[in-house]
């Protein structure tokens, strides 16, 4: 597995646009428990913005979905919470080396809705992750969480997401992009 590769990045708060394919690492002031210490993908964003938390320590939801993978190529894998949107559906993340003609390429990444992995059940990728609901801003509503310092932006490092030995991916981020979180700065995500 590649060494993962964070930085922060410049984002200007007029090109929300630019978000598309980054990391949103949750900052301490985040008022929200439901994202605290979390990490989001962001797949999509214009005139709202959406992504998955792709930080799955605490998040597990396997259970619910076992009879829907039950004598599938997914049979037993883990299934983790991506937002507290749509619980529902369910999102393969995963790495360029299986693309079906649905999956939304992003960078490095890919998104592919289960329905569609499951109709084709002949390939799995190298590195995926199942992922319940997802995370959705309004218009508007991103940009201010950005301004008040909610969230710090990052490029995105598939590594981060499928590195196995990375135990608190969120935790990880911070200390690679030199933040400490019990100093924390309310000007620190926007630039």
């Known amino acids: 597995m590649a060494q993962p590769n964070i930085k922060a990045t410049s984002f200007h708060m007029q090109d929300i646009q630019s978000l598309k394919g980054s990391f949103l690492i949750a900052s301490p002031l985040i008022p929200d428990a439901r994202f605290k210490q979390t990490i989001i993908f962001i797949c999509e964003s214009k005139n709202s913005t959406f992504g998955f ?23 037993g894998v883990p299934v983790y919470l991506g937002g507290p949107v749509d619980e529902s559906k369910l999102f393969l993340v995963h790495s360029h080396d299986a693309l079906w003609p649905e999956s939304l390429k992003i960078e490095n990444l890919a998104i592919t809705t289960i329905n569609d992995v499951l109709r084709k059940q002949d390939r799995l990728p190298k590195d995926y992750m199942i992922i319940a609901g997802y995370a959705n801003w309004m218009h508007m509503q991103l940009e201010r969480e950005l301004s008040l310092g909610f969230w710090v932006v990052s490029n995105n490092d598939s590594a981060v997401i499928f590195d196995k030995t990375i135990k608190n991916r969120w935790k990880y981020c911070m ?15 926007t630039t």
């Open 53 to 75: 938390i792709i930080d799955p320590s605490e998040k597990n939801t396997t259970s619910k979905f076992k009879k829907k993978f039950k004598n599938t190529i997914l049979q």
């Open 175 to 189: 200390d690679k992009l030199q933040l400490n979180a019990n100093t924390f700065a309310h000007y620190v995500g």
